[in-house]
């Protein structure tokens, strides 16, 4: 009778082992990551140089003073670092919208102190390019609209939790929070970089502060229309309560007053009627 193999026992991996690939590891992302911010630095450098994201992967390179192969081993190309770039930017900015919104007194002041910040941050400034919003950034919503989502997800995070708390504390009206934080963020991001909207024959710039007055009706007015709704109904209520007792108890009497005035003429007619000869006869048997 043969005897039965044991099973192999696996030995633990030694504690050495693992904290010296971890230690690489780590000294391994470091370096890439300073790559990274090499290359980054170096487009961010020639975006402000040029005033436009019309520059070569070899010009990046150059600037960074790293090799063509170290540039393709952390990008597919000058796209996807821009894209990088981009993402970068409106990172920062949802920081310090959040940052600064914090200072409101409730949800919905949070909220207006967001929605303006994102305006006056998207706005052109006199005398300085920014290139990569209004050169990338639009050709990548046109190409690329889900880079586009994705880059603005962390601003769409907090406007979605900003709307959520107004809901919850009862200021606002939003089925859908996310989508109706999308629509606010685009509503300030758009009209920020459109011109000016023509009012008779002269152009007039649109403000931060009529931003926000629109954004405001659209998630309060829905509240506003259904307590009026409600306030109305219950007048309408009401009245039809209290109208309705009055309204009958009028006509009763209104009837039998009628009845009662044509009855009255019945007898008042029968009365001349039968007085009339006694009348008649008075003037005759005086005569």
Do not use: N
Not at 7 to 20: D, K, M
Not at 38 to 65: C, M, N, P, W
Not at 132 to 148: G, K, M, R, W
């Amino acid at each position: 009778m043969s005897a039965v193999p044991a099973e192999p026992v696996e030995t633990p991996e030694p504690a050495w082992r693992q904290r010296a690939v971890e230690r690489s590891t780590r000294a391994a992302k470091l370096r890439a990551e300073q790559r990274v911010q090499r290359f980054l630095d170096a487009a961010q450098e020639l975006i402000a140089d040029k005033g436009t994201t019309d520059f070569t992967v070899q010009e990046i390179v150059e600037r960074s003073r790293q090799s063509l192969r170290s540039f393709y081993q952390h990008f597919d190309g000058k796209h996807e670092l821009l894209l990088a770039l981009f993402e970068d930017a409106l990172s920062r900015s949802a920081v310090e919208i959040r940052a600064k919104a914090a200072a409101g007194r409730d949800p919905l002041e949070k909220l207006r102190i967001a929605v303006d910040l994102l305006f006056h941050s998207s706005e052109p400034k006199s005398g300085a390019q920014s290139p990569l919003f209004t050169d990338f950034a639009i050709q990548l919503l046109v190409s690329h609209p889900d880079q586009v989502a994705s880059a603005h997800l962390p601003l769409l995070g907090f406007f979605t939790e900003l709307v959520e708390e107004a809901v919850e504390a009862g200021q606002a009206v939003s089925p859908k929070p996310r989508r109706t934080a999308s629509l606010i963020m685009q509503t300030a991001m758009f009209t920020a970089r459109a011109p000016s909207a023509p009012v008779g024959a002269h152009p007039s710039p649109i403000s931060a502060e009529e931003v926000w007055a629109f954004c405001l009706g659209g998630i309060t007015g829905g509240a506003a229309r259904t307590g009026a709704t409600a306030d109305t109904a219950e007048e309408t209520a009401g009245e039809t309560a209290g109208a309705a007792a009055p309204v009958t108890a009028k006509k009763a009497p209104a009837k039998r007053t009628s009845t009662a005035r044509k009855t009255a003429a019945r007898k008042t007619t029968a009365k001349s009627t039968t007085a009339e000869p006694a009348t008649a006869g008075t003037p005759r048997s005086k005569a």
